[in-house]
């Protein structure tokens, strides 16, 4: 971040924790002052009427008793003369002029609050130079009407008010300071284990990918992204060793079909009158056609599912089954017997539900002593796919690492008849792309293959 405010989490965090407490605790301090300063104006007013009652019955018995101290006075007449004031008054403001009288028609109970200002004289940095409140009323004394004033004197809560001002000046920024380094601390300690989280992350490389980061005891956010940073570097690992066993299978995969292709044509080049090209050409026109149908399984692979379109039409798998059947009653091999209990819609593709089977038909033609046998059924809203053959069948440990790319088993499932090593992978990958599954089930002698896919109706 540009300007003043700061790149580190730790200080921009300390930062706004500051100017936040300063900015809620002046505005508090403000808020706390005007509320504090009204109250003490009423009290002081409340106080100088009770005061200017007991003046006022001094003066209705005829016996004027001025208040003592520093208080502010003054009684006039109808005429508006001054019959008598305080000798602060004209000290504090020689020009000063009497205030108004009550008017003629008043009650005899009549009040009034006003304001009046000491203007300045001589010395313009006095206090006493101010606006007051002033409180008066009107009495009847020896026959005469009077009315009396009294100023209210803000001594008092001026006081209160500096006070109480020079307490929180003091320990406001106290609480600033304090808020900051709390905040400072706090940020620290929760960036500790991310800290240590990136320190472990930079020596994450494509050869370390076995590092993990700490997982803070603490339950917080931290915790949750440290561990959703270790399962991200679990798959991130299995991803590249997938890759790398990928990576050398194909290359070992690609290699044999090249090499027979590169030494059949040199050796036919070497002896070329005595060669026989016709015998080369298919010898060589079988690898590339084994090449092209890696090279297929390996482009469809490589497609991220999520970047698949769902598929939106719909195929029945009878009819599907009815072809592959029918295609491969003409062919040597074992004997392949259909079971398909009715229609079975299903949303998809026909070309890649085809290939599907075709898959599994060409892994159980390969591995089966004589027959084959292909099922087809409803089930709770699905349509199962069964594929049997009666070879030597599929170990329990290895029925999930047969659907791996260029998987290996023993050597009764070798890929010795022109398989990629691609079939099961690329079947279950349709399968799941399809919405369904692909398994291997126990099946007694022999191996059973199981697909499911959704029923819809068509």
Request: proline share 7%; glycine share 8%; hydrophobic share 45%.
């Amino acid at each position: 971040m540009t300007g003043w405010w700061p790149s580190s989490v730790r200080r921009s965090t300390a930062l706004s924790a500051a100017l936040l407490c300063a900015i809620v605790f002046t505005l508090g301090w403000l808020g706390t002052r005007e509320l504090l300063s009204r109250q003490l104006a009423g009290s002081a007013v409340s106080a100088t009427r009770a005061q200017l009652d007991r003046l006022a019955d001094t003066y209705r018995a005829g016996q004027p008793e001025p208040p003592s101290g520093d208080a502010l006075f003054e009684v006039v007449d109808d005429s508006g003369r001054s019959f008598a004031s305080s000798e602060n008054l004209r000290r504090w403001d020689p020009a000063w002029t009497p205030l108004p009288p009550a008017p003629a028609g008043a009650a005899a109970d009549w009040t009034i609050t006003t304001k009046a200002t000491l203007k300045p004289g001589d010395h313009p940095q006095w206090r006493e130079y101010r606006e007051y409140t002033v409180v008066g009323k009107v009495i009847d004394s020896d026959g005469r009407r009077l009315t009396v004033y009294l100023f209210v004197l803000p001594w008092e809560t001026l006081r209160m008010l500096g006070t109480f001002d020079g307490t929180l000046r003091f320990f406001i920024p106290l609480a600033v300071l304090i808020t900051a380094l709390a905040a400072w601390l706090a940020a620290g300690r929760a960036l500790r284990p991310v800290e240590a989280i990136r320190r472990e992350l930079a020596e994450v490389s494509g050869s370390r990918l076995d590092r993990r980061v700490p997982v803070p005891p603490s339950r917080d956010e931290v915790a949750r992204l440290a561990t959703t940073t270790n399962a991200t570097l679990d798959r991130l690992q299995r991803a590249y060793d997938q890759q790398e066993r990928f990576v050398a299978d194909a290359s070992h995969e690609l290699r044999s079909p090249l090499a027979n292709l590169r030494t059949g044509l040199e050796v036919a080049l070497t002896h070329a009158d005595r060669a026989d090209w016709p015998a080369v050409a298919r010898r060589s026109l079988l690898d590339i056609q084994r090449l092209q149908r890696i090279t297929a399984d390996l482009l469809q692979l490589a497609v991220d599912p999520a970047e698949v379109p769902a598929p939106e039409g719909v195929v029945d798998l009878a009819d599907v089954v009815g072809e592959q059947v029918a295609e491969r009653a003409l062919e040597p091999g074992p004997a392949i017997v259909s079971d398909v209990d009715g229609p079975a819609p299903v949303p998809g593709e026909p070309v890649q539900l085809e290939r599907l089977l075709r898959n599994l038909l060409d892994n159980a033609v390969r591995h089966a002593r004589s027959s084959v046998t292909v099922r087809l059924r409803r089930e709770a809203g699905e349509a199962v796919l069964e594929v049997i053959d009666d070879g030597p069948g599929i170990p329990a440990a290895d029925r999930e690492r047969v659907f791996d790319r260029f998987a290996r088993l023993d050597d009764a499932r070798a890929r010795d008849a022109g398989g990629t090593g691609l079939g099961l992978t690329l079947a279950r990958d349709i399968a799941v792309r399809h919405g369904g599954s692909l398994r291997v089930a126990d099946g007694g002698q022999g191996a059973r293959l199981i697909a499911r896919l959704p029923l819809r109706g068509m």
